[in-house]
Nanobody, 114 residues
């Protein structure tokens, strides 16, 4: 069993920045893919940024050049640096861990005012 605890969400004006963190309860980042997803009420959860166990990253087109996913395996934590935030980035953001089993964090709200 793995617990994922997210932090760093909040409210910011358009053009501002936030850093989301996701701490895993076990040291398995080096053998697991992880990602940040977003979800709106009654909508499907969609990927924002993804990092493989080998360290390769992928981003949704809407955030390329603005968001950066990274990880610190010593701290069992992944991050999402969000720059130049737009109103349309407003959503609940979830981190996920994907291996033999999949785990999700509880979600953190990001609100960007225009």
């Amino acid at each position: 069993q793995v617990q994922l605890v997210e932090s760093g969400g909040g409210s910011v004006q358009a053009g501002g920045s936030l850093i989301l963190s996701c701490a895993a309860s076990r040291s398995i980042l080096s053998i697991s893919d992880m990602g940040w997803y977003r979800q709106r009420p009654n909508k499907q959860r969609v990927v924002v940024a993804y990092i493989t166990s080998g360290g390769r990253t992928n981003y949704a087109d809407s955030v390329k050049g603005r968001f950066t996913i990274s990880r610190d395996t010593a701290k069992n934590t992944i991050y999402l640096q969000m720059n130049n935030l737009k109103h349309e980035d407003t959503d609940v953001y979830y981190c996920g861990l994907f291996g033999r089993e999949n785990y999700w964090g509880q979600g953190t709200q990001v609100t960007v005012s225009s």
